[in-house]
């Protein structure tokens, strides 16, 4: 009930292509799906975030496609360059209780080859 | 600024050792995090402090001991470590710690993490 289930492992894509992180969840809690983005050596940085009252949700090159009723949601990564190869964790937070706790998948290491 | 300063970058220690993990942040969040991290894997939510206040401790043993001096400072204080301690230690904050409207008041920022290494 409390996972996030993220797919796939690992991603390898050209540059110039389209990488596509998906996410999926049970709890219907659930009310805030962020991504974070992490660079060997450093920590988490969020990327982009969105709530299910809306479908999509675009910042430049990055993009967050959400499915309430499927209760999946994705990022696709537009012409994706070497210098965002690195792993990606999708997360939910559940508004009941109010306590704010993230919820991680367990992450993609995504590569893009020059 | 949405800076988190962890410190030191590396640690290296023995399991008889007594050693402490230092975060700090300056944007007047009112909420700060423990996470540790293993390799490939999500961070694990360990404690979080609440206006300075203990608010959740998620069953971490008791050979680390968190410490929130003021508003701006997190401690972790480490002693009698196991070699499987051994992981990435993240701090974050933000805002508050509980949810409002939105949630942008409760987007968590990351320093870069303490690597831990117990011999």
């Known amino acids: 009930q409390q996972q996030v289930k993220q797919s796939p492992q690992s991603l390898i894509v050209q540059k110039g292509g389209i990488s596509i992180i998906n996410c999926a969840y049970e709890?219907?809690?659930?009310?805030?799906f962020p991504w974070y983005q992490q660079f060997p050596g450093k920590g988490p940085a969020l990327l982009i975030a969105i709530r299910p009252d809306v479908s999509e949700k675009k910042e430049g090159r990055f993009t967050i496609s959400f499915n309430k009723s499927a209760k999946q949601f994705s990022l696709h990564i537009m012409d994706s360059q070497p210098g965002d190869s690195a792993t990606y964790f999708c997360a939910a937070s559940p508004y009941s209780g109010n306590t704010g706790k993230l919820i991680f998948g367990q992450g993609t290491t995504l590569q893009v080859k020059p | 600024d949405t800076e988190v300063t962890q410190t030191p970058k590396h640690l290296v220690m023995g399991m008889t050792n007594k050693k402490s993990l230092k975060c700090e942040q300056h944007m007047g969040h009112r909420a700060m995090y423990w996470y540790k991290q293993k390799a490939k894997k999500p961070p694990e939510l360990m404690f979080v402090y609440s206006y300075e206040k203990l608010s959740i401790n998620e069953s971490v043993p008791s050979r680390f001991s968190p410490e929130c001096p003021n508003s701006s400072l997190l401690n972790l204080h480490l002693h009698a470590l196991q070699p499987e301690d051994s992981a990435l230690y993240l701090c974050?904050?933000?805002?508050?710690?509980?949810?409002?409207?939105?949630?942008?008041?409760?987007?968590?920022?990351f320093g870069a993490g303490t690597r831990l290494s117990v011999l």
């Open positions: 974050a904050s933000s805002p508050t710690h509980r949810r409002q409207g939105s949630g942008a008041k409760n987007i968590q920022y």
């Open positions: 709890n219907t809690a659930f009310d805030y």
